[in-house]
């Protein structure tokens, strides 16, 4: 298995060459040439497995200069080690009579990111013995908050690795700036800066390509890779948890073998949504790809009229980390929906950069609506989910699953598809606490976030994880913030 850059065919490496190196030199985002077959055949075998088995046999297509030992290896590391308090690693919760909750919440840092970040760091310590390269590896990311934590404590004194976050100031939750700001590890690092995600995000592209950065970088034996879903084997495990997911279905007799389901996903960076159309192009049954958005709605526009526009206003919501207005991981969709036409593919995002906006041609559109489809809610709709799921379910949700909620319940009364869907549950309910308890109709005012949290634990009767209660007596290591156009001299002293 190959890999080719979207804005460079000719630019091809392995696929440890595409975990190391995370983005190519001119900016594109490394893919498959060529997508995996996942038959039916396969899915039965699949069906009796547990998880590090399936995702023993989804790996093994992707990663072709692995051996098997050397996956399992990686797998077991990053799935097997107790890290997750879910033997399933990622368990499903029934949610009325056609819907199922995928939690996957349930690694270290209590968000969907664990699921790669826990297994990116071992895929990438194999990748550097393969390469035999001798320079240390930096570890460059942009986060708008869960990512950040995620990457941090996956990549925490990996030998011969540094890893520097960046992430917007007023663009987390308190929780999440507090698992970043108290981060263990002398390999890691974190700054804030003034901005929003996209300037964070557009900063770290930009560092990835800026000629003296690079020239500094190996004057010191230094090399940039990166733990954003813009890196392949951020979003390769990502394919994972979507087939198993179904596999549970079919083994909990919810579904025949075969049987087609939708899958809703809350998602800004278009990563994680990505990761489900890959697994349907390789024969998961998956009738629809429901994209659910938050106030920050261009991507919910984009699938309705085909024209991507981020010059509009951007909103902080009580869903963090999806306030993004440039999708990174849509150059990938958009790559295989355009026949693989790098030179349309670079045009797009020259335009994006610089007019910020862009527009697919109708027949690309209509093989968008094919696959996809959009919605979005605001922060009204959002804390109406929270409660209304807790009063009708007695669960317990965040933000982010519930704008996948609100969405779903969206699509289904418009369209009337009753298809079962799997809809995708990305962190735990503790990690906002005030947006939770306010959603419940408690006042948090005067409350600091583990006094809401324990509110939260008396009404819900469950308690807030370990991990994240056990941040009120850790120490405050990170506290500086940058300008969002000093990121490189913030790396300079950093590094």
Known sequence: MRYQSTRDKTKRVSASGAILQGISSEGG????EKLPELSVQRLEKMVGQDYIQRAQGILADFLSDFSQEEIARCLQNAYGSGSFSSAKIAPLSRLGQDAYLLELWHGPTCAFKDMALQLL???MAASVEK?????????????????????LEGFRDVPGIRIVVFYPEEGVSPLQKLQMATQEGEN?????????????????????????VLEKLQAKNQIFSSANSINWGRLLPQIVYYVSAYCDLVQEEQIALGDPVNICVPTGNFGNILAAYYAKRMGLPVQKLICASNRNNVLADFIATGAYDRNRPFYATTSPSMDILVSSNLERLL?????????????????????????????????????????????AQTADAIRRIYDRYSYLCDPHTAVAVSVYEQYRAKSADDTKTILVSTASPFKFPHSVLSALGEDPAGLDEFQIAERLERISGRSMPKQLSDLREKPIRFTECFAKDQMDRALERIL
């Open 131 to 151: 390469s035999g390269g001798k320079e240390e590896i930096v570890i460059l990311v942009a986060t708008s908050g869960d990512t950040g934590k995620a990457a």
């Open 188 to 212: 890691v690092f974190v700054a804030a800066i003034q901005g929003n995600f996209d300037d964070a995000q557009t900063g770290v592209k930009r560092l990835f390509t800026d000629r003296e």
């Open 335 to 379: 790559f295989d929906l355009m026949d693989e036409d790098d030179a349309k593919i670079h045009d797009l995002m020259r335009r994006l950069e610089t007019e910020g906006r862009y527009i697919v041609s109708p027949q690309v559109l209509l093989r968008l609506q094919a696959d996809f489809a959009g919605g979005f809610c605001d922060e």
């Open 121 to 123: 760091p071992q895929l």
């Open 29 to 32: 985002l490394f893919v498959p």
